[in-house]
């Protein structure tokens, strides 16, 4: 299983939809997606309905993007996070960092 | 008990956890994730530091009973992760404040997590209640 990044559009959202897992490997993928999307849009969403798991490395990602966002004074928020990848967050001290909805 | 011997680059990580997700059949989805997991940080770590900069190989052995354990065996230079945490140079410094990261994430998942250095190899073990 690796990592399939869908991207959809709305007005000023974009919302990044990850399936699988988010490691070492798929995160070299993700990082452009995410990072073009923010410079692009004002607000982006990472949807996680299907992200199997998050590793230290999607973790990585995922602080350089939320700093990015913050930079350009856009929004990166994570919706659809089940509670075992919201646990991973949480012992890492990143849902102090990140929004979630 | 399944073994993979394999190189240890960071390329031949899905390898390894494919690997060990068909080891750790009938093993729930939460737990397996937990493991795969803790599986990525400690090979990623032996890729990253154990022969660096050349390469080498490492042996990986995973067993299910009521505990799933799974040992990693490398014969790179002696480092117990465990006591330190080599920093990522890869990293930017503003993103270097999270280099422990993932030996933090493996003691949180993992019931058990021991180092011991047997000969010139390194042997790391994880090991977490099946169910």
């Avoid at chain 2, 032996?46 to 009973?65: D, H, K, Q, R, T």
């Avoid at chain 2, 047997?118 to 994880?126: E, H, Q």
């Amino acid at each position: 299983m690796t990592l399939t990044i869908t991207k959809n559009k709305t007005e000023n959202c974009c919302v990044l939809s990850l399936a699988g897992r988010i490691d070492t490997t798929t995160a070299l993928e993700l990082q452009p997606e995410l990072e073009q999307a923010i410079d692009e849009n004002k607000k982006v969403a990472l949807d996680f309905a299907e992200a199997a798991y998050v590793s230290s490395a999607g973790l990585r990602v995922i602080l350089a993007g939320e700093k990015r966002a913050k930079a350009r004074g856009s929004v990166m928020t994570l919706i659809n996070v089940s509670k075992d990848i919201m646990e991973v967050f949480d012992m890492t001290g990143f849902t102090d960092i990140l929004k979630f909805e | 008990m399944k073994e993979l011997r394999i190189e240890a680059k960071t390329e031949n990580l899905e390898t390894v956890l494919d690997f060990v997700e068909t080891a750790l059949e009938g093993v729930s989805m939460k737990r397996l994730n937990q493991i795969l997991i803790a599986v990525e940080e400690v090979f990623v770590n032996i890729a990253n530091y154990a022969y660096s900069p050349n390469s080498g190989e490492a042996l990986i052995l995973a067993s299910v009973g009521d505990f799933v354990i799974i040992e990693f065996e490398d014969s790179g230079v002696p480092y117990n992760p465990l006591e330190r945490e080599a920093p990522d140079m890869a990293l930017r410094a503003e993103d270097r404040v999270i280099g422990g990261l993932g030996i933090h994430m493996i003691r949180n998942l993992m019931d058990e997590v021991t180092y011991r250095r047997d000969g010139n190899k390194n042997i790391l073990t994880i090991k977490k209640e099946k169910s």
